[in-house]
Every structure is written in C-alpha cells, then in structure tokens.
C-alpha cells in the first residue's frame, strides 16, 4: 500500500523523495537487467530515521516493502523495492550521521579493529586503516561496495581461503531489525540475529554498523601468474597453494585466485609484458584454453629480505607450463584497489555501465573436474559467444561459520567460479540462456553447486539453495523481519 506512504509523519515525509528521476536511479543497479520502480527514495540523516520508517510501515495494515541500498552492485535487483521503498544508505555517509569509520588500536593488548557504518565502502576503510599501518584482512576483488552490501553476502576474494569471507572477520553489527529495533551483536550477544544478518541476503535487519577485524598492513606485494595448458594440474596446484595455511603461515601465500584465457576475442592480453604477448597468444591458440594462477605474497621492511626465497619455496614444484611465470611488484593498495582501474578505462570507453549477465556458482571441489569439462570446455569454449571475465579460486570451508546464513558446498574443498560478462543490450539474453544451461548441466550432473550472489526465481529453488539451513532462514525471518517488509528485490519470500 504505498500511498499510505503519504500520510507518513512529517518528519518522514521530509525524506521520502518522489522526484521521478532519481526514482529512476533506483530502479536500476550493476546488471541493467532488473528494473522494479519504488514508490519512494528514503534519505535517512540518522539510524533512528530508519527505525522511523520501518515502525511506519509495520504500523500499517499492509505494511510496504523496504530495501537498503548500498552501492547497487548488485545485478539482479536485489537492492530495489518494487512500489516500495528505497533507503539511500549512502546518506548516512554524506550526512555524517552514520557510525563513521572509527580504528581502535592499543597497539599492544587487544587485537585492533575497525568500526564501520554499514553505508561505508571498502575503499575508504582500506584507506582509514592504512594511516594506523592496520588493515582488513578479507576482501573482495573490487572495493567499492559497501560493508553492508558485502557482509550480506560473503564478501569473498583470494584472501578467503587464509582468512575466511569477509563475514568471519566481523566481531559484532549494529543492526536495525524488520521489527524496527536497533539491536547490537555479536557471537556472544544477540547471536541469533548476528549469525542470520551475516549472508542473509539483507532478509533481517539494516546493518548500520560492523566491528571488523583488523591486522598489520603490509606495505608492497609481490603479484605472479602462472600460465597451465592442464586442468588438473591448475586445480591441484591451487589447493596444494591454500593448504599452506594454518600448517606454514610465513611461506603461505597471501592470495589466491585463477582465471581461464579463452582462444575467443577479444583476447585481451594487456596485463602481460608486451614482449612476452605473443608467446602467451600462441600458447592460448595451441590450447584453445589456458588457466592462470594468481598468486600474491605480502611484504615489508621487516621480511623484504627474504620475500624472493619465500616465493621461490612457495612455487617451487608448481605445474605450470615452463618459463610461463610473470611476477611483477606493486604496492598493497595498488595490487587490492586493481578493479578499479579498469574500472575508469572501461567508464571511458563506454563499457562499464552496461548490462551484466553474470552467474556466481560454489562448486564442490570433487566435482571441478566434471564441472571443467562440461562448463569451460563443454559449453562455454563450444558456443560462440564471449566469456568475458571468468575466475576460478578454491576456498577452505573450515574458514565458514557454519551458524551464519551464508550457504557453501558441504566439501572441505570448494570453488567459487565467477562468470562475469558484459554485454550489449541485445545480448543479454543470449548470456542469460547459457547461464541457464549452465545450471542445467550440473543439475543433469548431479554437482552440488550453491549460487553466490544468488538469482533463484522460485520458492523451491530457494528451499534447495539454503538445503538444511532453509528452515532456519525461515524461522529468522519470522522472528526478525514478520511482516516480510526488507530485502524484497532478492525475491526469497515473495518469489513464485
Ligand atoms: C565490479 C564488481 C566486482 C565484485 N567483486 C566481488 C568480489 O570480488 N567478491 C564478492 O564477494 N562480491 C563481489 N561483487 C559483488 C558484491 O559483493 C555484491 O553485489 C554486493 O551486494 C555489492 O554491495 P553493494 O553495496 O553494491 O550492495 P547492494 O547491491 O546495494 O545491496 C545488495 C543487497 O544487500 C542489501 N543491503 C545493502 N546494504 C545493506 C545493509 N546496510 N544492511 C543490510 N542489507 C543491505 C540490499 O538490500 C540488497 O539486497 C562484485 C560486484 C561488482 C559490481
């Protein structure tokens, strides 16, 4: 019942925004695929603003939906509210009313961490921490997202496998629930409502602030690819690389990542050395498939000594094609800020803001192989059309709370893989149909996959994604969010 809306009280009357372009700005996100239109932008200027509109809502006796929008980097319209309403958390940034970004650090005693308003995003707490010589150490591949955003979903990239997703280091949340209460927890207090918000899809409650876990900065990296003609070597030099950590952390490596080179164009070969492009173009065009290990070592003043050795012993009896090793040095900021430059070349060319058709899978790790075949070789290599970016990581699922919301194959082992396209307009459902068919192949297969940043459209696709934590999920959102109002554009509980 969105008109209700108008006869909110005044004081919320004065934050809720109608003006038709910016409801327009809502109405779209990353993928350019979903356009559900609210009824009104909220510009919250306190966290109590959104407890208002939530208790307004709930007070009704059909109650509108509500949905927080961090960066919109989402790309299935997870962040909107059809008819409903928009919170625009990044007005609590602007406003300064938000929890801010706040370090602690004794220095001595108690482990540092961070304080971080929901609405923040990565980069700036990259750069908050960085002036005490402290930092995250989770992250995902790209940093302007915001903490709240990511902390719903997992937060993953190549240090996941040495620290967990982003939702294992955060020591508590300032949450405000569906029922409009401002609650905070942790895994001692309030715990039920820390581990649901934690990957839960933004189903629970706003987070408007979390206490993330900090350690020592370090200064440079040192960033290798290591080019494979073989799968099975790839993979099994990947896991042999994430089953340092814990056993021998000094040598362990920082980051872990891969990627697939297509024999497709446009075979974009910018990231190697400009002599050594050809070689890597006659390789792919032997293999038709060639995957890259990237693999970064941390360093500073203290261990720069010997950071040359520590690599050596860490690629040592590596698999990869010979001499096809690339190793370059770069600063901790420029190596975890990467995305972003190809961020401001693909904006100045037109390609950034375009349709994103991407599928995110968890992939047990008995089944690579299988999933290698019938995907990479199988589908993707076989059909004509562009793979655009494709990463393959293993992660450690020891590194998982099993309490959180956040869903994963249940094999020590797992792979995220990340096909993450961009198109044109036109194409979009020529990607959408190959991701389908993709989903298809290991359902016929009988893999195990979980979606990260799920798209599921049905009810029973929903119940299978969660598999024995669906009723769990349920019962939290009856506890927490009862009346349905929050998150609707991830279309759990009001999906077919
Ligand atoms: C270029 C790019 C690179 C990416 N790389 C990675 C990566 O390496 N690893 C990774 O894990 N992910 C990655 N992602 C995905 C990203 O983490 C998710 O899409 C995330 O949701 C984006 O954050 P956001 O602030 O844009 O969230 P939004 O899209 O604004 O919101 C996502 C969901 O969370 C809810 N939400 C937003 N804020 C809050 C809050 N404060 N409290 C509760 N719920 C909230 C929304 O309602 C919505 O349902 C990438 C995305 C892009 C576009």
New binding site residues.
């Given amino acids: 019942q969105p008109w209700s809306l108008l006869q909110a009280p005044n004081d919320l009357t004065l934050k809720l925004i109608r003006d038709p372009v910016i409801l327009s700005l809502a109405s779209t996100?990353?993928g350019h695929i979903v356009h559900d239109n609210p009824f009104a932008i909220f510009s919250p200027s306190s966290i109590s603003d959104i407890s208002l509109l939530i208790n307004f809502s709930n007070s009704l006796a059909i109650p509108f939906t509500i949905?927080?929008?961090?960066?919109?980097?989402?790309?299935n319209g997870?962040?909107m509210a059809n008819d409903g309403v928009v919170v625009n958390?990044t007005e609590l940034n602007g406003f300064r009313n938000g929890a801010g970004i706040v370090v602690v650090s004794d220095g001595r005693t108690n482990a540092p961490y961070a304080d971080v308003g929901?609405?923040q995003?990565w980069i700036d707490v990259l750069h908050a921490t960085l002036e005490h010589g402290l930092t995250p150490l989770s992250?995902?591949?790209?940093l302007?997202?915001?903490?709240?955003?990511?902390?719903?979903?997992?937060?993953?990239?190549g240090q996941s496998f040495r620290f967990g997703?982003?939702i294992s280091n955060v020591h508590e949340l300032d949450?405000v629930t569906g029922k409009g209460d401002l609650v905070t927890c942790s895994s001692d207090n309030n715990s039920e409502l820390f581990y649901a918000?934690l990957g839960?899809?933004?189903q629970f409650?706003?987070?408007?602030r979390a206490r993330i876990a900090l350690g020592p900065a370090p200064t440079r990296v040192k960033w290798l690819r290591l080019l494979y003609n073989d799968f099975s070597a790839f993979s099994a030099d990947q896991e042999h690389l994430i089953s340092f950590n814990g056993r021998n952390d000094t040598i362990a490596a920082d980051y872990v990542e891969g990627f697939l080179l297509l024999n497709q164009p446009p075979l974009d070969l910018s990231s190697f050395p400009a002599p050594d492009q050809p070689r890597v173009t006659s390789l792919v065009t032997q293999y038709g498939i060639i995957y890259i290990i990237e693999l970064v070592k941390y360093y500073d003043n203290s261990t720069q000594e010997h950071v040359d050795e520590d690599v050596k012993v860490l690629v040592e009896g590596l698999k990869f094609v010979p001499t096809f090793m690339f190793e370059k040095d770069a600063s901790y900021e420029e190596f975890l800020n990467r995305?972003h430059a190809d961020?401001l070349f693909l904006t100045s060319q037109g390609l950034w803001d375009v349709p994103?058709p991407w599928l995110?899978l968890f992939v047990p790790g008995s089944r690579i192989s299988d999933f290698d075949e019938g995907v990479f070789k199988g589908i993707i290599l076989k059909q004509n059309i562009t793979a655009g970016v494709a990463i393959i990581y293993p992660m450690n699922r020891s590194k998982w709370n099993d309490q959180m919301s956040a869903v994963t194959p249940n094999e020590d082992v797992f792979y995220t893989v990340?096909l993450?396209h961009s198109t044109g307009f036109d194409k979009v459902e020529e990607f959408q149909a190959q991701n389908q068919q993709i989903l298809k192949f290991c359902k016929d297969a009988g893999i195990e996959i979980k979606q990260?940043?799920p798209q599921n459209k049905t009810r029973n696709e929903w119940i299978k994604q969660f598999g024995s934590k669906w009723k769990t999920f349920e019962e939290r959102k009856n506890q927490f969010d009862p009346n349905r109002i929050?998150?609707p554009?991830?279309r759990i509980f009001n999906s077919i």
């Fill in positions: 996100d990353y949905a927080p929008r961090g960066q919109a980097h989402s790309v997870q962040a958390m929901g609405e995003i992250w995902t591949d790209y302007f997202l915001s903490v709240g955003g990511t902390l719903s979903n997992a937060g993953i990239s997703p982003q949450v918000v839960g899809l933004g409650g706003i987070i408007t995305v961020e994103h995110n990340s993450l990260y940043l929050l998150s554009g991830q």
